[in-house]
């Protein structure tokens, strides 16, 4: 007996995805030309497998302002939010972040995934609920673990069934924290969120909302599906993140109630690591202030989500989502014919995203392919051209 | 008299049967992942749909502790005895 006995079904399962050529899982990147070109395997390839919808990681601007603050502040605070870690760009960060929603209280995190962790283990305590969407990403789900919340899981996308839960609640579904995501990143697809905003008031529930592939893609000013949606004033909670529109790493929690402070005293996520650095602070404001300001931004990659879902439609692939928005996941009839489909891509030059169960939704075999902005017109021909390729040869 | 005994028993079937078309007469004493192979994913569906079956909600805590349909059924009747509807 090992240690490492338990893992030997992951092991079979990354061995079925063949040991020759590029690995598919964990792809190794050699270099970055553009926020929408790289190498890989010492070939020059496009880069539709990222979540840099914007294209904001290699901005000048954004860039500049990293550069600027490492220079002056140095590689890192060495330190908690709850010591030495607070200078004033992250209470500045914090205080634009809430701003740009109207809200009172905005916290920052160090990652996305301790952004959910600490908001959904933190407001959920012993006596109350957590009333999880079942295609949760995997920081709601563990953020309900390590948290001592009661979570119940209610059907995906299903406003219904959600309802039926929290009818079970009775008056206790008035201390019950419903988490739903803007978009689902693995399927592409998007809540309906005015039904659930109905369910969640006629039980007097609050509600959650994580915009990390949302946030910068969808509103007026890129807050995310709820600013699209016009129900902002609805949500109680807003988690995203910094490493997706807005090309850095670390994450956030906002909301129109002041007591998200008290998560700062509370809040283990939070307290008990490291603050971003400030490098990363510098950039994600520099972001910020052009994601807000990035209605080009939004148009560019609108144009080329509207123009990849329409190709991909018209060659029959059968996708995630019939809303286009900037995951496109092609559902593929086996972990084969998915496979055959991302390598084939790669041979013509396109990196995407290869996902298969248990990493999925139902046990769908997926390929994702992400857009942004950065990606030109002739980009896009060449995805769409390489799919048509893949078609005839099927 | 329907007992809980037999509406769980029942539930569970109706489930699986939902929930799990591909398997035929399912082993109530096997494990249902490292026997029956069902991953994560799937033992949530099953259990969405038992919860469905009996309206009664099942946290997630509870399927961390268990492994067969049977252990299952025991918890889902102290579920339903703890509260009966």
Redo the contacts between chains.
Sequence with gaps: MSLFDKFSHLAAARAGLGAEGTPPVATPIEDIISAAEGVIDGKRVILAGTNNYLGLTLDPDVVDSAKKALEHFGTGTTGSRMANGSYNAHGALEQEISAAFGWPSAMVFSTGYQANLASIATLAGKDDYLL?D?DSHASIYDG?KLGNA??????HNDPG?LD??LS??GADASRALIVVEGLYSMLGDQPPLAEFIEVKKRHNAWLLLDEAHSFGVFGDKGLGLAEQAGVLDDIDFVVGTFSKSLGGIGGFCTSPHAQLELLRLAARPYIFTASPSPAVIASTRTALSKVIAGTDLRTRLWDNINRLYRALETYGYRLGSDKPGPVAAIILPDRESALAHWRGLLSNGIYTNLMV??A????LNLLRISLSAAHTPEHIDRIIQAFGQLRKAA | MTTHNDRVDQAIRNAVETALPQINGIDFDAALTSDVGLDSVQVMDLVMEIEDELDISVPVEVLAEVQTLNQLGERLRSMIKDNPR
């Design positions: 999880l079942s309900a009661q979570t119940v899981i209610f059907r069934n039926r839960r079970r609640l169960p248990p999925t939704p139902k046990g």
